[in-house]
């Protein structure tokens, strides 16, 4: 979007993937290991002198989130299967069929859980010891990529392109790494 935006492209094609079931989910925190590394934090002075020696992870940012707003166990189960129920009926009704390409036999997004239910959820332990996160709150393990096309005004024009949505602003905001889940609300509040 910025080298459009910015004149230095027409047309960009932008995309990303995805493979967490052949890549560990820990991967990225492990692979310095074997360089000699214990972790990716520790062992250094600047480091541990700013944010100590606890863990850093998603799991740890999520359990001190729900803990400092208070969002209770119950609260964000029935979230999850209200999200849940809407990915399910958006499926259903075809409001992803333009957005999904097959591949094999997979054709549908298949994290949605169509049997989850408070009920099954409120019966999953919680990942720490009194704490409010269970499996059922956290992501799957997924597989997927996308792409999109990006595209200066005169490119829509010049290709007879049908714009789904116009990029009017960008930002960018940093916020604390043991808190990393929290960044998105710096970024969203300009």
Not at 10 to 31: E, R
Not at 144 to 150: P, Q, R, S, T, Y
């Amino acid at each position: 979007a910025q080298a459009v935006m910015s004149g230095t492209a027409d047309l960009v094609v932008a995309g990303g993937v995805q493979n967490m079931s052949a890549i560990p989910i820990s991967s990225a925190m492990l692979v310095g290991e074997q360089f000699g590394f214990p972790t990716p934090f520790g062992g250094s002075v600047g480091w541990e002198k700013r944010y100590g020696d606890g863990e850093v992870s998603q799991f740890q940012s999520a359990d001190m989130i729900a803990e400092r707003w208070d969002c209770s166990r119950e609260d964000m189960e029935a979230f999850a299967v209200e999200s849940h129920r809407r990915a399910v009926q958006a499926i259903d009704e075809g409001r992803f069929d333009a957005e999904i390409a097959p591949l094999g036999d997979v054709a549908v997004d298949e994290g949605p859980r169509r049997d989850t239910s408070r009920a099954a959820l409120a019966g999953l332990r919680t990942l720490v010891e009194g704490g409010r996160l269970t499996a059922g709150l956290a992501s799957q393990i997924s597989d997927g990529a996308a792409a999109l096309l990006i595209a200066s005004e005169a490119a829509v024009k010049a290709h007879g392109l049908t714009p789904r949505a116009r990029i009017h602003h960008l930002g960018v905001r940093g916020d604390d790494p043991i808190w990393m889940l929290t960044a998105p609300i710096a970024a969203t509040r300009h």
